[in-house]
């Protein structure tokens, strides 16, 4: 049957794959959000995640932990992955989001007034000076 397929358990192959979109998204991402990422390894992130929630929830009075910090550092592997965004990308993120804030909001709310004369511009500033680079 068709649905059977797509019911498999997830193969190497899947990993791979799962790995490639991982790497490519924190690869556009970091720089966008500015700071480090910590990618841990386990077979059941969500549980962790809920985990580890729990955990700071019930607080140490119950057997759990004070803060998230610490509970992460008890609770996951130490198997991680730290993406560390390069600062001038950062950077240039930074002015991008602040031009798309700004068109955002002069398209998307009622009533808001914004000149965007000077939006082309600074997106053509942008591309040159990435060209550059």
Known sequence: MAYESAMRPPDA????????????ALRLLRPAMGRP?????????????SAIAAAVVAGP????????????TKMSTK???????????AATYN?????YR??????????HQDTL???MKELLTL?????KA
């Not at 009075?61 to 992460?72: L, M, P, Q, V």
């Not at 992955?81 to 001038?88: D, F, L, M, S, V």
């Not at 591309?127 to 060209?131: M, S």
Request: hydrophobic share 30%; with cysteine.
């Open 13 to 24: 192959s899947d990993r791979k794959a799962a790995d490639w979109t991982l790497d490519t």
């Open 61 to 72: 009075s119950n057997g759990g932990y004070k803060t998230f910090d610490e509970a992460i």
């Open 79 to 89: 198997s991680c992955r730290t993406y560390t965004p390069n600062p001038a990308s």
């Open 117 to 119: 004369g000077d939006v």
């Open 95 to 99: 002015r991008l989001f602040k031009l």
């Open 37 to 49: 990422v910590d990618i841990c390894t386990s077979a059941q992130t969500c549980a962790l995640g």
């Open 127 to 131: 591309r040159d000076e990435a060209r």
């Open 102 to 111: 700004r068109l955002h909001d002069s398209f998307g709310l009622p009533n």
